[in-house]
């Protein structure tokens, strides 16, 4: 398929052919499902804990007399119904992890490349090159493209100048192109992708050649 190109000024320049095993597979709304809560769940430290009645620092000995005080029957400083005492049922420290196949987590990225794709949400633009940070001319070119609302902008690499460039602008975002995710485009609605970034991402997610192994590509 076939992609418009456009330049600073928002004109569409060219025409950039990309690979149909990426840019248009049909959507999977399962395995994006998926993907995402798989990536947001690995995402997690899972460090939370609290203290059980057995790990908190108190004496054992016995409130008070067991009858004749008036009060409830209490044996323990670091009984759960206490201020101070132990928590009941509280976290503790756990892997949240969960494991994706490769090609699974791969067709989810194709999914949404290819809803972007369709739905006119992928810019193509010839290159972002800044000599020094320009926060004034990378807005312009948003505005040219369009963009108003929240966006992430791809590179090839990471770009020093366009990050400082982009830093300040809300809600845009700026990522390499191999490190692409599905959090990272479904929290975005627009996606401008330099001609570079799109080869890249051709070459990464692209149909492998025969006699290749997933392990290689």
Not at 7 to 31: C, K, R, T
Not at 35 to 48: K, P, Y
Not at 76 to 82: A, D, E, Q, V, Y
Not at 137 to 148: F, P, Q, T, Y
């Amino acid at each position: 398929m076939q992609l418009p190109v456009h330049n600073h000024a928002g004109e569409v320049v060219d025409q950039i052919e990309v690979s149909d095993y990426v840019f248009g597979v049909p959507f999977n709304n399962a395995l994006v499902h998926q993907a995402m809560v798989s990536q947001m769940a690995n995402a997690r430290q899972g460090t939370a804990d609290s203290k059980t009645r057995g790990e908190v620092a108190g004496s054992t000995k016995k409130l008070f007399a067991q009858k004749h005080t008036g009060n409830a029957r209490a044996g323990s400083i670091k009984s759960p119904l206490r201020r101070g005492g132990g928590v009941v049922f509280g976290p503790h420290p756990r892997d949240y992890r969960q494991n994706l196949p490769k090609k699974m987590r791969r067709l989810a990225l194709r999914c949404l490349l290819s809803a972007k794709a369709k739905d006119g949400d992928l810019i193509a633009i010839e290159e972002l090159n800044f000599a020094e940070p320009k926060t004034k001319e990378m807005a312009k070119i948003l505005s040219a493209l369009g963009v108003d609302s929240k966006a992430m902008v791809v590179t090839p690499q990471s770009e020093e100048n366009v990050i400082k460039s982009t830093r300040n602008i809300p809600g845009i975002e700026i990522i390499p192109a191999g490190l692409l995710n599905v959090v990272a485009l479904l929290n975005h609605k627009k996606l401008i992708i330099t001609v570079e970034a799109l080869r890249k991402a051709d070459e990464l997610w692209g149909e492998k050649p025969a006699g290749v192994s997933d392990a290689a590509v």
